[in-house]
């Protein structure tokens, strides 16, 4: 029998440095390891029938029912002995050390005995079942390399294959693990250690079909990486050349210096070319031009010339040999340049000659335009935040707010409630002292001029500054030369306004101490009132002058009506009646006195009480009017025309006012040719009115008949007349 001897040395292959290529387990190490084993199986018998060759040593046999029985077979020397059934009651003993107490015919080897033997059968299908399974290195390392580490030679065309995730594992510490986990596959370093990739002459990275380069890394010389198979970057013996574009993050910087001094990086929302260090940032070039991104210049520096600043690709400003040229307008904070002595700025329009001048000395300083009258109509301005906020026309008008003043100060604002003048000072102190003011001052010095002709003043009510006043003043005729002009009117802080008053206590208070006369109201209308009212949206009462008077009179109104006028001859006229109070301010309406009116009106005959027809005869009528008690009356109304009238209809009169009852009439008709009742004789008609009509009618009263109306047909057309007619009734 052969015993299995192990050719590779599995466990000083631990010992090995990393990287050391002997410690890779070879293909035809694994083959060496596996025929040793086939050898050492195929020379050993089966445990049923065994079948020995030469010679068999065993140090004791207890054979029990044999020829040998109790004897020693090879106790000294080596022993042969052929038997055909070799029976152990109890056990075999060898050597005095090893019992062996039973045969198993156990194919998986599963109750692992001390004292058992394994069939032939039972053995060969175990290493079988292993050789089969044991495919993987794990479970070779595990159950075929038990005594120290040897090589595992791989044969040419055999792979070693590991499942996903199953890790060829490196170092005590599994330091280095290649795995595929199924999607991706590593070369892991997870021990404390570095990663080592090494070639002895160049490295290349590149697909899995060799088709393109990743990287490549050429001993001694360059390192190219590659995009799709073509080089982008390459090391060379001075840095680094870039083919294409080099980008960077936001926030990620291309850093340039030992103490990172020149700094280039866009933060996300600027770029920026940063120089952090001790240094200068010099951009040098033969002519140097700064662009937007569409190529619109900023700047253009020419090598040995100019020097230019453009805006929107336009040029503006050059600097040149003999200064600097502007094109269009400059704009400062400040401005210095020396001329003769003085700081002085001159600004010339080349095409009309106009010169603009700010010059300051010790002891003057003044800005003029076109003091040499080059130019018609030149005009000084003060632009703010691109707005004219001050212009100073050619006549010397100045404009705060306007372009084109039309006096010596106009003060202009688009602002509603903002268009203020302030003038602040201060009053000492002191109280009824002015503390601000504006003065006019007359400059003719003829007669009483020169003058402070008269001014408007704020003075303080009190010592502490509280409470404002307003004074107004002016000088008069005859005063003398120099003199200040006098108050005239005082605005005090209760709003009350004094004429002639300096202390006045009603909202207005006329004084005047040479006149008894102290007031006129008039107007430019054809009436001038006076209102009056108990605050200031009751209603108010006026005295007046009123409108339809071209002569002097006065009216007295209440709630927009006229109660009273007293005219140029100082009549009395009360158009609603003159009440008697019974008490003073009280209203007693059985006082009141009626008012009076009368006049004339046109009488016409009518078919019906409200429209009809009418009477082409009429007569001019008079009546007289006291409160509401009307009297008419008409004489004359002859030959009756009653032409278009219906005759079967009742015949109606017209009244100056329309009747407020029926029948309150007193009146007499004296008449000519009426044929009512079937006789004119010993009757007589009587006017007779309607309720709330404009309209009466004829009624008749006769000696024993009932009364009866006069109709259209009661009257010849043409001859009948109406002498006289009286009617009074209430309107």
């Known amino acids: 029998m052969t015993d299995y001897t192990k050719t590779t040395d599995f466990a000083a292959k631990d010992s090995l440095p990393s990287g050391d290529s002997g410690k890779i387990i070879k293909g035809t190490e694994f083959e060496t390891e596996f025929d040793n084993i086939a050898t050492a199986v195929a020379t050993k018998s089966n445990i049923a029938s065994p079948t020995f060759t030469g010679t068999t040593t065993i140090p004791t046999v207890d054979i029990n029912g044999g020829a040998i029985d109790g004897t020693a077979v090879g106790v000294a020397s080596a022993s042969t002995g052929a038997f055909t059934t070799l029976t152990a009651s109890t056990s075999l003993n060898i050597a005095s050390s090893t019992t062996v107490d039973g045969v198993l015919d156990e194919d998986n080897m599963a109750s692992d005995s001390a004292t058992k033997l394994a069939t032939q059968q039972s053995i060969k299908a175990y290493v079988d079942s292993q050789i089969t399974a044991n495919n993987e290195l794990s479970e070779i390392l595990v159950n075929g390399n038990t005594t120290g580490g040897t090589d595992i030679a791989v044969g040419t065309g055999d792979d070693i294959t590991f499942a996903d995730s199953s890790k060829a594992i490196f170092g005590a510490g599994s330091d280095l693990q290649i795995y595929h986990d199924g999607s991706n596959s590593y070369v892991s370093d997870q021990g404390a250690g570095d990663l080592y990739i090494r070639s002895s002459n160049d490295l290349w990275l590149q697909n899995a079909g060799g088709t393109e380069t990743y990287a490549r890394f050429d001993e001694g010389a360059s390192t190219y990486i590659n995009y799709a198979g073509a080089t982008k970057l390459t090391t060379t013996s001075t840095g680094i050349d870039v083919t294409g574009n080099a980008t960077f993050d936001d926030n990620g910087k291309a850093i340039f ?15 920026y070319i940063a120089e952090g260090g001790t240094g200068n940032l010099q951009i040098q070039a033969q002519n140097l031009s700064l662009e937007d991104s569409t190529g619109t210049r900023f700047f253009l520096g020419i090598q040995g010339g100019e020097t230019r600043l453009y805006n929107q690709g336009n040029q503006k400003v050059a600097v040149t040999s003999t200064g600097i040229d502007v094109t269009g ?10 001329k003769d002595g003085t700081d002085h700025i001159e600004v010339v329009d080349a095409s009309s000659g106009q010169v603009t001048n700010l010059t300051t000395g010790n002891t003057v300083g003044y800005i003029s335009v076109d003091s040499s009258n080059s130019v018609a109509d030149s005009a000084f301005s003060v632009y703010v935040d691109g707005s004219q906020y001050l212009t100073v026309d050619s006549t010397g008008n100045v404009g705060i707010g306007t372009d084109s003043p039309t006096r010596l100060l106009e003060l202009e604002t688009t602002t509603a409630n903002e268009s203020y003048l302030r003038i602040s000072g201060t009053s000492g102190n002191v109280a009824d002292t002015n503390f601000a003011g504006i003065e006019f001052y007359n400059l ?25 006043e307003l004074v107004f003043a002016t000088l008069p005729s005859t005063a003398s030369e120099g003199a200040r002009a006098t108050e005239r009117l005082r605005i005090d802080a209760d709003g009350n306004v004094g004429i002639g008053a300096a202390a006045p206590t009603r909202k207005l208070h006329v004084n005047d101490e040479s006149n008894s006369i102290v007031g006129r109201f008039s107007s430019g209308q054809t009436s001038t009132w006076a209102q009056f009212a108990s605050n200031s949206t009751g209603t108010a009462s006026r005295i007046g002058s009123p409108t339809d008077d071209a002569v002097a009179s006065i009216a007295f109104m209440t709630r927009d009506q006229e109660r009273l006028r007293i005219d140029e001859d100082g009549h009395v006229i009360i158009p609603e009646g003159v009440t008697l109070g019974t008490a003073a301010g009280t209203y007693n309406a059985d006082n009141t006195l009626d008012d009076y009116e009368e006049g004339t009106f046109t009488m016409s005959l009518y078919d019906a009480l409200g429209g009809g027809n009418q009477s082409p005869t009429q007569q001019t009528a008079y009546y007289t009017k006291i409160g509401n008690k009307v009297t008419i009356s008409v004489s004359g109304f002859n030959n009756i025309d009653t032409t278009g009238m219906t005759a079967g209809n009742i015949l109606y009169f017209s009244l100056p006012f329309s009747s407020s009852s029926t029948g309150r009439a007193v009146g007499s008709v004296i008449h000519h040719g009426f044929t009512y009742a079937g006789n004119s004789s010993y009757q007589d008609m009587k006017p007779y009115v309607d309720d709330s009509s404009g309209r009466a009618r004829f009624g008749t009263v006769g000696y024993g008949t009932a009364d009866s109306t006069v109709k259209v047909s009661d009257i010849t057309s043409g001859d009948d007349d109406i002498h006289t007619l009286t009617l009074t009734y209430f309107a």
Do not use: C, M, W
């Open 257 to 271: 210096g030992d103490g990172s001094d020149l700094q280039i990086y866009h933060d996300g929302s600027n770029s």
């Open 329 to 338: 307008t400059a704009s400062a904070d400040k401005v210095l340049v020396s």
């Open 444 to 468: 003719d010095s003829s007669a009483a001029g020169p003058n402070v002709a008269s001014f408007i003043e704020a003075r303080a009510q009190t010592s502490t500054g509280a409470g404002g």
